[in-house]
């Protein structure tokens, strides 16, 4: 009598990103549970808990506004407004792109034991930052329209442009989400990722218009004249540049300001609100989404490999 073999297939290789799509959806309460567990682990021993969400911002914005619109007299006088208006893509953006990279890292033990979408510690990251941008986002809200009230008046409502905030919301998740794939395969091989990616950031700060507007650019002095507008037209086809820009667009009405110096000129604070540059960030960083999502999808199957 011969006994039947049993033949356990793993999943085949190459699957459509439809398919692994699929897949990751059979898995979401999975999603979920690591999301939930990250927050809590995050905060478990922390005195104050979740308000670390909004207190380092909150420095940040306290230094740069001290050290732009004080020291350097420069920028409108509710500089922190804006600072604070820059901060809240960028800082989900940072946060995210380096928890990310290290995500299957830290739970590569587990994925070499239980199988489950390797993509899942990915989104679980990303996931527990958004939820922090969310709550960021409504301190802002009550900084924007509550304290600065106190100091500088009523600063009015936000323009139209605003309900176009969910649609720029979802382009920094998707460009968030593609560059994570990406750095978090290559970190797990070349662990030297984590360190260009941290210098990488510091570096990326002072090229987007966090402390400075995008129209610097057209009205700077030091930029020949006839390469001002190409270079601001270059410059905002960066989709996290374009994000960050947009925020203001729809977070403050446009005016012009003048700077404290008496020898700068008039800026505007920014220009109006182009959905032309919204397709083309929305493109892009679905282009860079379904991009990162395929290469992770073709590198994953080597994680285990790692010794």
């Given at each position: 009598m011969t006994v039947p073999s049993i033949v356990i297939q793993?999943?085949?290789?190459?699957?459509?990103?439809?398919?692994?799509?699929?897949e990751l959806w059979r898995y979401r309460r999975l999603v979920r549970t690591l999301l939930e567990r990250d927050l809590r682990v995050r905060y478990k021993?922390?005195?104050?808990?979740?308000?670390?969400?909004?207190?380092?911002?909150?420095?940040?914005?306290?230094?740069?506004?001290?050290?732009?619109?004080?020291?350097?007299?420069?920028?409108?006088?509710?500089l922190s407004s804006y600072i604070f208006c820059a901060y809240l893509p960028w800082t989900f953006f940072q946060t995210s792109v380096l928890d990310a990279s290290t995500s299957v890292l830290v739970k590569l033990p587990l994925l070499k034991k239980v199988y489950f979408p390797r993509e899942i510690p990915v989104i679980a990251a990303i996931g527990q930052n958004f939820f922090q941008f969310?709550?960021?986002?409504?301190v802002f809200v009550l900084y924007r329209w509550g304290l600065v009230t106190l100091f500088y008046g009523w600063p009015g409502w936000p323009p139209?442009?605003?309900?176009?905030?969910?649609?720029v919301v979802l382009i920094l998740f998707l460009l968030t989400l593609g560059v994570s794939f990406f750095v978090c395969a290559w970190n797990v091989f070349y662990e030297d990722v984590k360190f260009l990616l941290t210098a990488a950031m510091s570096f990326l700060f002072y090229l987007l218009p966090i402390v400075y507007f995008a129209e610097n650019i057209v009205y700077s002095s030091r930029i020949p004249p006839s390469l001002r507008s190409p270079l601001y037209h270059l410059y905002l086809l960066n989709p996290l540049a374009w994000?960050?820009?947009?925020?203001?667009?729809?977070?403050?009405?446009?005016?012009?300001?003048?700077?404290?110096?008496?020898?700068?000129?008039?800026?505007?604070?920014?220009?109006?609100?182009?959905?032309?540059?919204?397709?083309i960030a929305?493109?892009?960083?679905?282009?860079?989404?379904?991009?990162g999502y395929g290469y992770f999808n073709r590198r994953k199957w080597k994680f285990s490999e790692r010794p």
């Open positions: 793993p999943q085949a290789r190459g699957h459509s990103l439809v398919a692994e799509g699929r021993n922390s005195a104050l808990g979740i308000a670390w969400t909004v207190i380092n911002p909150l420095i940040q914005v306290l230094v740069l506004t001290i050290a732009v619109g004080y020291i350097l007299s420069s920028g409108p006088s509710n969310l709550v960021t986002m409504l139209v442009q605003i309900l176009w905030l969910p649609v994000v960050i820009t947009a925020f203001k667009q729809m977070f403050f009405q446009v005016a012009a300001i003048a700077n404290r110096g008496a020898h700068q000129a008039n800026i505007p604070t920014s220009a109006p609100f182009d959905w032309r540059y919204m397709l929305l493109a892009t960083s679905s282009l860079i989404c379904v991009s």
